[in-house]
């Protein structure tokens, strides 16, 4: 359109236009007076109008298929940053297309203030940690540097000694971190505290949340969805009428620690320590999808907490969290004696598409590395299953001798990362050949899973720290 027509048009047309109203100023408002009513303000309002017409456009082709999560506004997908990393998936998007080896030896190895069985986390260049003193109680959160190891703080807490499994410890809980803060947890029969610091250390807030009824010991761990701090408490259930009878799901602000919402899950039966996991429910709202023995999968609105759906598909114990991936959600369920079964439902209709029993996990958790779905077995046996079917591809012993898993699978790109609880590292490819490529022996026993960077691989023992970097 020549601008001769349109600086023909009356002003009485323009000022009939839609105006872009933002902070007390209009589309016109925003024209040099020597251009208002002019040519110029019409193919700005026309550039406006187009722009508010295809941002909304441009907005749903890059929201999340349903079942997959928001990337955090951070930028903390690239960061390891929770249990098990972006959205407790066990891998790296950065490290996607790679095989990797390690060095052999450690950059850096640390000895930490207690001992425990929590995971590290990494933000940056920063790693937190939590430990314990199994005579007192005291409990440690420490930071490290991820490029030497060095000390950055270390503070304590009070805690209580308690009894616990013999593979567990009173310190099996794993932080969460945030641009402003960590945050984390640990529990007693009579305390549960959930705590924030900032990343030099200092305290935020602290909350203790009540007593717990639990068989093994306490092992939630906190994880951020949706700018909320998400926590499971689960417990053991009881007939008797004292306080908790039932387990509950809470959402609290991370800069106060004031409770948003609360959602009790009446269907205690057994205490379930797996962390929640983020999708994106069909409306585009945020959901958190959990599991446990009463309810099976279930998920709630991460704004308001409301059940939307349960799903009684886990008949034992379940100890490993939910794994999200390509639609599908999965969760195992077993018990010391046998029977583990892991399952897999589609997300969008909750229908179960498959279920595997032979060699399937208890306490450690899968992956997925694209098209295929890897399944450690708590004694040392990884099978390879064709993701959209669970077809076995194909079964192998990591160690002819011996390689009891506690800690969950992990990828780094086309490289599988297991760590047995004797301190054995192990890097194994992630195809349907499931080549041993490397062991490295840690030299003391660990049940906590490793941290993956984008430079190596951080491996928490009972009481040290180590980091192992990636020699490609």
Avoid at 221 to 237: E, K, V
Avoid at 453 to 467: I, K, M, P, W, Y
Wanted: hydrophobic residues 40%.
């Amino acid at each position: 359109m020549p601008d001769s027509l349109l600086d023909s048009l009356p002003d009485s047309l323009l000022d009939s236009m839609p105006r872009c109203e933002s902070g007390g100023l209009s589309t016109r408002s925003f024209l040099p007076s020597g251009h208002r009513g002019t040519g110029y303000a019409l193919r700005c309002a026309i550039w406006l109008g187009l722009l508010v017409s295809v941002v909304p456009l441009v907005v749903l082709a890059a929201a999340p298929a349903w079942g997959q999560a928001a990337p955090p506004a951070d930028g903390s997908a690239a960061e390891w940053t929770r249990f098990r990393g972006p959205n407790g998936t066990g891998r790296l998007e950065s490290l996607a297309q790679q095989h990797v080896t390690l060095s052999a030896q450690p950059t850096w190895h640390v000895k930490l203030g207690g001992s425990g069985n929590g995971s590290p986390v990494i933000y940056g260049s920063e790693v937190f940690v939590q430990s314990a003193d199994p005579a007192t109680g005291t409990q440690m959160l420490q930071s490290f540097d991820l490029g030497n190891g060095q000390l950055r703080w270390s503070q304590s807490y009070a805690g209580q000694p308690h009894a616990t499994h013999a593979w567990g410890s009173l310190a099996s809980s794993t932080p969460t971190v945030d641009a402003q803060r960590v945050y984390f947890c640990w529990g007693s029969p009579d305390h549960t505290h959930l705590a924030a610091v900032t990343h030099a250390g200092e305290l935020v807030w602290r909350r203790d949340l009540g007593p717990n009824r639990f068989e093994h010991g306490f092992g939630s761990s906190p994880t951020l969805i949706d700018g909320r701090l998400i926590f499971f408490h689960s417990q053991d259930a009881t007939t008797e009428d004292v306080a908790p009878k039932h387990s509950r799901m809470l959402a609290l602000d991370p800069a106060t620690g004031e409770t948003l919402w609360e959602t009790l899950l009446e269907k205690t039966t057994r205490v379930c320590y797996g962390v929640p996991v983020e999708v994106t429910l069909p409306d585009g709202r945020c959901g958190i999808v959990a599991a446990d023995t009463g309810h099976g999968i279930f998920c709630l609105a991460a704004d308001t907490g409301h059940l939307l759906w349960e799903q009684p598909v886990i008949k034992q114990r379940a100890v490993a969290g939910p794994l999200v991936a390509n639609g599908l959600v999965f969760a195992s369920s077993g018990s010391g004696g046998g029977g583990n079964q892991l399952v897999a439902m589609r997300l969008d209709n909750q229908a179960e598409v498959y279920r595997i029993s032979r060699n399937a996990n208890y306490v450690p958790m899968p992956t997925v590395v694209g098209d295929k779905l890897f399944v450690p077995n708590d004694k040392g046996i990884i099978s390879c299953c064709d993701l959209a079917t669970g077809e076995i591809l194909q079964q192998r012993r990591v160690d002819q001798s011996r390689f009891p898993l506690s800690a969950s699978l992990l990828s780094c790109g086309k490289t599988l990362v297991l760590l047995s609880d004797e301190g054995k590292l192990c890097l194994m490819s992630a195809d349907s050949d499931l080549e041993v490529s490397q062991t490295i022996d840690l030299g003391e026993p660990t049940r906590a899973t490793p941290a993956i960077s984008a430079d190596g691989v951080l491996v928490r023992t009972e009481t040290q720290l180590h980091f192992f970097p990636f020699t490609r």
